[in-house]
């Protein structure tokens, strides 16, 4: 009989959670926090943690991650979008994720995030309808620029430079007078 992977992915939201501030050292000060929160009624927006014990596999499986996370991952996914009713990679309600890092231990300004993780080409524009064009392409354009920073290693100034660039090319002090549409790609803000 195969082993049983352990519990890795712990959802919250929507008045419960997997976790409760007893797991900090599987679930970090952040994610122990928020399903806390979630257990005793706060509206805390729907979300997941994923426990440390990912990270130790992660090096024991040779710098890969378990095949068996994918699964509790979708089924997380899965969780938020029947609360929010919002799905990920959805054309017309895309569900957008925050991805932070967290420790044990409170690290300030040691740690990581991603926003607006699931925006692409193709949901922006469904983001842009249920807000405003220049909001979803500032949006992605934050998207684009923290991906590439944190997971690609590209630093964030390479892209301020082209921002700089655009913007004086169309007489802009600042990015808000950059009008939406015309073309513009989301880093042309």
């Not at 054309?91 to 300004?109: C, I, T």
Request: glycine residues 10%.
């Amino acid at each position: 009989m195969a082993e049983q992977a352990p519990k890795w992915v712990y959802s919250f939201g929507g008045g419960t959670a997997d976790g409760s501030a007893a797991d900090k050292d599987s679930l970090g000060g952040k994610g122990a926090h928020l399903a806390e929160m979630s257990r005793i009624g706060l509206p805390v927006p729907p979300g997941f943690t994923i426990s440390t014990q990912v990270c130790a596999a992660y090096y024991e499986n040779g710098r890969k991650l378990p095949e068996e996370l994918r699964p509790m991952v979708d089924e997380a996914l899965e969780q938020m979008a029947a609360i929010t009713g919002a799905h990920f990679g959805d054309v017309e309600h895309p569900l957008l994720v925050s991805v932070r890092s967290g420790a044990r231990a409170s690290m300030p300004g040691m740690m990581d995030t991603v926003l607006n993780l699931g925006l692409n080409d193709e949901t922006v524009s469904a983001l842009a309808k249920r807000s405003d064009t220049r909001f979803a392409l500032d949006s992605y354009r934050r998207f684009i620029q923290m991906y590439s920073d944190v997971v690609l290693g590209i630093d964030h100034h390479e892209f301020e430079s082209i921002l700089e660039i655009e913007r004086e090319k169309r007489g802009h002090e600042n990015d808000s007078l950059a009008s939406a549409g015309h073309g513009m790609s989301p880093l042309m803000w």
